[in-house]
């Protein structure tokens, strides 16, 4: 259940939201321009069952306050900072939506001891031209926010959204009208004024970005090229999501900022490794490999069973079809053996293995098929009574 709070954080009302159990890793959630921390209300549940989640209002969104602007993206990250200070979290994973996204980078690259991971949702470091947001700016003094809403929801969700969930879209609606013209306004011209790119560099953080594929602001290229500038970062597209992806696809993005924090690539790779290949196999391999041969275990673990086998794209009985017609192909009957018993834990039954192999004879050669026949039949022999 949350426990709402405000506190003054650099001379600012600020308005935040505490979930789950403080014993628990931090998580700072920071929303987009024109929402409130309500935009993480699909989320919610799901993280705070893992992590201490902190959300707060930007300035001039919500309850927070609105001093005058404009703001600088430096001014809205010491924002941040002040609030876990309050809170007295030394270090924390930051996920941030859109100008989020921008103020958790702010923080990682100038105080990088303080983030352990990140998550840049839909953002980039630099949104161009910077005269648009000052124009904008100048348009929510003279005539509100409220009065963007229809060009902004284009842009936030796509055609079929729209049409087809209009309580969510009131729900967004009454968050943006909530904002402050003045508040939106200075973090407007935040966004004016921000060039993120040169700092990248300096992020220690491991990062996922995530972009949706349907966003005209925060394009999958936008979040490609943002994803390479920085020393450490994966990069996910959720398909038939616009600028608010969270909202597009609220288990799916989820899932994807746990799995982020709940460790690097060699960490993620080791659990899979181990879920799909078992604890004795891999114990195995890793004794083997003590001094000699211990960087090539490291290796595989960080890329092929985390940054491969672990990615999103594909569930595991889908993966290990293609593995086990791919070793089939390819002769490669020692990594055949093992991999059939992963693919009954992963979920394919022995009729679907032989399956697998039988349409792997089509376009990998009979010979090699009928070899994996017989490695397949003497795994499943050892396994099955």
């Known amino acids: 259940m949350s426990e709402s709070f405000t506190a003054t954080i650099n001379g600012i009302e600020l308005a935040y939201r505490l979930d789950g159990a403080r014993s628990r890793p931090a998580l700072v959630l920071v929303n987009s321009l024109g929402t409130t921390m309500d935009v993480w209300a699909p989320q919610l549940g799901s993280l705070a069952s893992e992590f201490f989640v902190v959300r707060f209002d930007l300035r001039g969104h919500g309850q927070t306050g609105a001093p005058g602007g404009p703001y600088r993206i430096e001014d809205l990250a010491d924002d941040l900072v002040g609030l876990i200070d309050h809170l007295g979290v030394e270090r924390a994973a930051i996920c941030g939506l859109s100008i989020g996204g921008m103020i958790a980078m702010?923080?990682?690259?100038?105080?990088?001891?303080?983030?352990?991971?990140?998550?840049?949702?839909?953002?980039?470091?630099?949104?161009?031209?910077?005269?648009?947001?000052?124009?904008?700016?100048?348009?929510?003094?003279?005539?509100?926010?409220?009065?963007?809403?229809?060009?902004?929801?284009?842009?936030?969700?796509?055609?079929?959204?729209?049409?087809?969930?209009?309580?969510?879209?009131?729900?967004?609606?009454?968050?943006?009208?909530?904002?402050?013209?003045?508040?939106?306004?200075?973090?407007?011209?935040?966004?004016?004024?921000?060039?993120?790119?040169?700092?990248?560099?300096?992020?220690?953080?491991?990062?996922?970005?995530?972009?949706?594929s349907e966003d005209p602001v925060s394009t999958p290229e936008t979040g490609l090229r943002l994803a390479q500038a920085i020393p450490v970062a994966d990069f996910s597209v959720l398909s038939g999501a616009a600028h608010l992806a969270n909202l597009a696809h609220p288990d799916r993005f989820a899932d994807l900022v746990a799995t982020h924090l709940r460790g690097g690539a060699r960490e993620r790779g080791m659990a899979v490794r181990r879920a799909v290949l078992g604890d004795a196999h891999v114990d195995r391999a890793l004794a083997a490999a003590e001094g000699f041969g211990g960087a090539f275990q490291e290796f595989i673990t960080a890329y092929a069973w985390g940054a491969v086998w672990g990615r999103p794209g594909l569930d595991r009985r889908t993966r290990s079809a293609i593995t086990l017609a791919m070793l089939s192909a390819l002769g490669r009957h020692e990594e055949l053996s093992f991999h059939v018993p992963a693919a009954l834990r992963n979920g394919l039954r022995g009729e679907e293995i032989e399956e697998v192999l039988v349409h792997s004879a089509v376009y990998g050669g009979v010979p090699a098929a009928n070899r994996a026949v017989a490695v397949a039949r003497e795994a499943l022999a050892r396994i099955e009574p």
């Open 106 to 212: 702010s923080v990682a690259a100038r105080a990088p001891g303080r983030v352990g991971s990140l998550v840049l949702a839909c953002t980039a470091a630099q949104f161009s031209p910077p005269a648009a947001w000052d124009e904008r700016a100048a348009h929510v003094r003279a005539k509100g926010v409220a009065s963007l809403t229809d060009g902004l929801f284009a842009r936030w969700f796509t055609e079929p959204m729209r049409r087809e969930q209009p309580e969510l879209l009131a729900r967004v609606a009454a968050m943006l009208a909530s904002c402050d013209p003045e508040g939106y306004a200075g973090c407007c011209e935040a966004i004016a004024g921000a060039d993120l790119t040169a700092s990248l560099g300096a992020i220690e953080a491991p990062t996922l970005v995530i972009a949706g």
